[in-house]
């Protein structure tokens, strides 16, 4: 099981919304993250944190909230850059837009691919619990930041079952 010091949170909005929830789960997590990012800036991000020495042994990585995925083969390429000495966790995606479930799907199957990457399930926890919704029914509330990574917790937690 990762400590903070050893996790890199990647991403959009979600994980900027959930950053406090975050250090409080996994104190000294860095993050690379800012809102409206999406999966096709993944494989830069990640090739830029490479080189600058940010990304560490276990990542989190959350796109899609605004656009989901519209190329599946992106995820794949994000995960290679990582390679497959580092623990993986892709979170699924929650909201009202038409592409949830096809880009969770997406998640589900590629995840299922590698050994070395595990799915946060958001879109299930945060469905039996929608009261942890902002108004906007899709980024976390104070409490739900909390939900967010438990939720990232479980899937880093299932690497050591």
């Given at each position: 099981?990762p400590t903070g010091d050893e996790i890199t ?36 991000l990640v090739e830029q944190g490479l080189a ?110």
């Amino acid at each position: 099981m990762p400590t903070g010091d050893e996790i890199t949170a990647i991403g959009d909005s979600l994980i900027v919304t959930s950053a406090d929830g975050l250090e409080v789960q996994f104190p000294g997590i860095n993050f690379i993250a800012k809102s409206n990012r999406q999966w096709h800036q993944a494989p830069a991000l990640v090739e830029q944190g490479l080189a600058d020495g940010t990304i560490r042994r276990a990542v989190i990585l959350d796109f899609g909230t605004n656009a989901g995925i519209p190329d599946p083969d992106v995820v794949r390429q994000t995960i290679e850059l990582l390679g497959p000495d580092r623990m993986i966790v892709i979170v699924t995606i929650y909201g009202l837009s038409t592409f949830i479930d096809a880009s969770n799907d997406y998640i589900r199957e590629i995840a299922s691919e590698y050994p070395n990457v595990a799915v946060a399930d958001w879109h299930a926890a945060v469905s039996a619990q929608p009261q942890m919704l902002q108004a906007d029914q899709t980024h976390p509330n104070i409490e739900g930041m909390y939900l967010f990574a438990e939720t990232v917790d479980g899937a880093f937690r299932s690497f050591v079952e």
